[in-house]
């Protein structure tokens, strides 16, 4: 299911966003990132920031992707005006160089995807997108795209991927830009922490998910 309200998965210690993707093996079991059910089901929770060791530490202190020299760098993000309402994504490599749409009916996941996508389709070669969706960043540094294709499209719940009608073609898009030699890479930013360009496609993202109703 979708989260509805913000919080911190137990099991990776990051950040849980309204939008996100949440499971849980059982009635029992608290609520985690869709990724983090396996570590959630064999390992204690952790928490936010907490070190452990290499063989068992959290997977918010797992390391970032490789990111490419000389790589453009573009941030993302989205934004809905209710959840699900209309929505907003953009993004943007600074004050001048950004773009953004808009979606109708939407949710705050679908717009970080859409986002992310977006600023791939329109910067070729070496590049590293920012984003504060750990949704976004994590399906790629994490890999679990893979595991998606390889199950036909089932998420590791044993259900359908969400938002699969703009997962598909972006993750086949950056499969094919990394097969071709282009170099991509996702790193996590914490929203609304006075980073400028986050705070930049925030706004932008926002104001055009007033353009759409």
């Known amino acids: 299911m979708e ?27 608290p609520w985690v990132h ?27 202190q797992r390391d970032a992707m490789s990111e490419p020299t000389g790589a453009v760098e573009v941030f993302t993000d989205g934004a809905c005006k209710g ?5 907003g994504w953009a993004w943007a490599r600074d004050e001048h160089t950004w773009d953004s749409g808009h979606e109708a009916a939407s949710t705050n996941q679908r717009m970080e995807i859409r986002a992310a996508y977006e600023a791939v389709k329109a910067h070729p070669g070496p590049l590293v997108v920012v984003s504060d969706s750990t949704y976004v960043v994590n399906c790629f ?16 719940a044993k259900k359908p ?16 830009r990394l097969d071709g ?17 986050n705070d930049l496609v925030d706004r932008l993202a926002v104001e055009a998910s007033h353009r759409a109703g």
């Open 3 to 29: 989260a509805r309200y913000p919080g911190t998965c137990p099991a990776c210690g990051g950040a849980v966003f309204p939008g996100d993707t949440i499971v849980r093996a059982s009635a029992k079991d």
């Open 34 to 60: 869709e990724g983090c059910r396996t570590t959630a089901a064999t390992t204690p929770p952790a928490k936010a920031g907490a070190r452990t060791s290499k063989a068992g530490r959290s997977r918010l």
């Open 83 to 87: 959840n699900p309402g209309p929505g």
């Open 141 to 156: 540094r994490d890999e679990w795209w893979k595991g998606w294709r390889r199950r036909g499209w089932v998420n590791a």
């Open 161 to 176: 991927v969400a938002n699969r009608d703009l997962w598909e073609p972006f993750v086949d898009l950056v499969a094919e």
């Open 181 to 197: 030699g282009e170099p991509i890479a996702f790193r996590w930013v914490k929203g609304h922490s006075g980073d400028r360009m």
